[in-house]
């Protein structure tokens, strides 16, 4: 008997629901910490078991599995419902976020083994609610349950990057995440208001019909895309909203991998995709989110080659990927994009997932206080590096098909400008992650042996937290415990197996398939550049045979405006200092004197008056029978005059 895919789906939404529900109303079990954990990452292994098997239901069948309620009310049918959408590719997306939260719980059991027990329990609730929402977002049906789930992501967001809110880094940048995110979330929300407008619905299904039937209005379209992509860029970290994905580096390291990995960073990204038949109708929004992700993907690689935070380098590389998947989106080649999310979650989470086992070792993010970890660290090292060869898209590695694809796809969309521009962020996606790598695991050693175990050289300020532990390190360098190791080593074995068989055979899913046929120069191009890219990484900072310094006063300007950001943020800070501030002090002083003022007047006059006319009452019967005379004749005499 075949099991129903959306009933699966369905399993596997309401099991994260069911974990956070019980660690936040049960609040003696939450305060456990352990066993909280336990019970969250047993739910999350049932989920991520039910998308499995809600996938094998689904096979290879491109018609959708729809679970639907009625939620809002209308005259002749409902005006919204909620469910859940099962097809080929929301089941994989929900594969591969279930994956992606299980292997982080798990994770987080040996990273935050010295965390209070409250807070242990706190964060765990965390997980399971953002776990939910972006597996809501997923399975969506229409567009109002998915701009829901998305408010809740972002909520989410903002509690897991502010997780450890008293240090005051972390809690800047969850606020600064929380507003970033909220400009294009209003965008998002005016655009599928006007859909509907123009539409009649959310629902996902009906507004593809119209669209393959051309009985979509077609009035005020290109708004509406504009900004359904406003949200999405703000969520993807497109420019020029890509200023808070770095400044969440302030949470935990897992939820530094839960985010920028295959969850919230990628929901633009899944959004435009699953809209890709709406964009279609409107060629000129897709080409602004094509140049707009090819000049995200650049800007954000010239970031990541200056900054010596291994966490703020592995943040630029997200952007400056979203930047690769958007621009493939804007060729329209959506399904480009979408592998490349795919596999680029698997490497991504596990570049991240390695990054925390360094510093959970070390006790410092600065990649120069690093050196010669692989001696000390070997598993550490080589799943790291196996990221880092996936991330640089070479042959037998994850993410060597998808950028291909990406890059074919815009030669064949007749974007050469975009096209010429990957191919310069594919050079040096190469040289910072391998610049990376050198530095941190194969250049001389910075640290020092001090009684028979390492020690750091350039320990942290005492008084100071550090950068991304809350509680003291151990000074043994060594390779992280059984609970960290597990989900490394399976990011690492998919990363591996996605690679080879990508390499060899083809797309590992169907609907992964080439929606183009790329000219035969393409791949030894793109594997040239990535090669250069490395042995430029090698020459400077393993060989020594180019100067670093030398290297960098080459690219003078350039090198100061990326240490400055590019002065985005300063961009940005102005606004908010100069223009917003302005504005509020004058909404303020209209309010407090114009507004406040004219009804404070109005009351004291009204005070006053009511003491003049209480003055004729006098009391005295007389007064009050000259007043109903004087009443009377000035009645007869105006019914004289009219």
Not at 110 to 115: S, V
Request: glycine share 8%.
């Amino acid at each position: 008997m075949r099991t129903d895919p959306g009933t699966l789906a369905l399993v596997s939404l309401l099991l994260p629901l069911a974990s956070f529900f019980v660690l936040a109303i049960v609040a003696p079990f939450r305060r456990l910490g352990r066993p909280a954990a336990y019970f969250s990452v047993l739910c999350a292994t049932g989920a991520f078991a039910a998308a499995v098997m809600a996938w094998l239901a689904q096979g290879e069948s491109t018609i959708p599995t729809l679970h639907l309620w009625e939620w809002l009310p209308g005259q002749g049918k409902s005006l919204a419902t909620v469910g859940v959408l099962v097809d080929p590719d929301s089941t994989v997306m929900l594969m591969l976020v279930t994956l992606v939260a299980l292997l982080v719980q798990v994770y987080s059991l040996g990273y935050l083994h010295e965390e209070p027990p409250k807070g242990l329990g706190r964060y765990y609730t965390y997980q399971s609610l953002f776990a939910f929402s972006m597996m809501g977002l997923v399975l969506s049906p229409n567009l109002l349950q998915l701009f829901m789930c998305w408010e809740l992501v972002g909520l989410c967001s903002y509690l897991l990057i502010g997780f450890w809110y008293p240090k005051p880094e972390a809690a800047r940048a969850a606020v600064k995440a929380f507003w970033t995110t909220k400009l294009g979330d209003v965008g998002f929300l005016i655009g599928i208001v006007l859909l509907w407008r123009s539409a009649g619905t959310f629902d996902l299904t009906e507004l593809h019909a119209m669209v393959q039937s051309s009985t979509l209005p077609l009035a005020g379209l290109s708004i509406i895309t504009f900004c359904i992509y406003l949200g999405a860029a703000g969520k993807s970290a497109q420019f020029p909203f890509h200023v808070w994905l770095p400044d969440a580096m302030e949470g935990p390291t897992p939820v530094s991998a839960l985010i920028h990995a295959a969850t919230m960073v990628t929901a633009g990204v899944y959004l435009l995709h699953r809209t890709s038949w709406l964009f279609a109708l409107t060629p000129d929004v897709l080409l602004i989110v094509a140049w707009v992700g090819a000049f995200t993907a650049l800007l954000a690689a010239v970031l990541a080659c200056v900054q010596d935070d291994i966490k703020r380098v592995l943040a630029y590389s997200t952007v400056s990927q979203l930047g690769y998947m958007m621009a493939a989106i804007g060729a329209g080649f959506s399904a480009a994009g979408f592998f490349h999310l795919l596999t680029h979650g698997l490497f991504k989470a596990l570049l991240f997932l390695g990054a925390g086992a360094v510093i959970h070792a070390v006790g410092t993010n600065d990649i120069s206080k690093m050196g010669g970890l692989a001696r000390k660290m070997p598993i550490t090292a080589i799943v790291f590096l196996i990221g880092t060869l996936s991330l640089a898209g070479i042959p037998f590695f994850g993410g060597y098909l998808s950028k291909e694809e990406i890059l074919g796809a815009m030669w064949a969309g007749g974007l050469p400008g975009p096209f010429a521009v990957l191919m310069l962020v594919a050079f040096l996606t190469a040289f910072y992650m391998f610049r990376v790598v050198f530095l941190a695991f194969y250049g001389p050693s910075h640290v020092a042996a001090s009684h028979g175990e390492l020690v750091m050289t350039t320990p942290p300020d005492e008084g100071k937290i550090v950068h991304d532990q809350p509680g003291p390190h151990s000074s043994h360098l060594h390779d992280p415990p059984a609970s960290m190791l597990l989900p490394l080593l399976t990011l690492a074995a998919l990363a591996m197996f996605v690679g080879i068989y990508s390499t060899l055979i083809g797309p590992l899913l169907p609907a992964e398939a080439a929606e183009h046929a790329a000219p035969g120069w393409l791949t030894p191009s793109a594997v040239g550049v990535a090669v250069v890219g490395i042995l430029l990484a090698w020459l400077t900072y393993q060989r020594r045979t180019i100067n670093p310094e030398s290297l960098a006063s080459a690219f003078g300007p350039i090198r100061t405006a990326a240490l400055a950001k590019f002065w985005v943020d300063d961009a940005f800070i102005f606004v908010y200092e100069r223009v917003l501030l302005t504005f509020a002090r004058v909404v303020g002083w209209t309010d407090r004197y114009i507004v406040d003022g004219v009804l404070n007047m109005v009351s004291a006059w009204t005070l006053t008056a009511g003491d003049d006319l209480r003055t004729i009452q006098t009391g005295k019967a007389q007064d009050y029978v000259y007043g109903v005379a004087v009443g009377v004749l000035a009645l007869i005499l105006w019914m004289k005059l009219s």
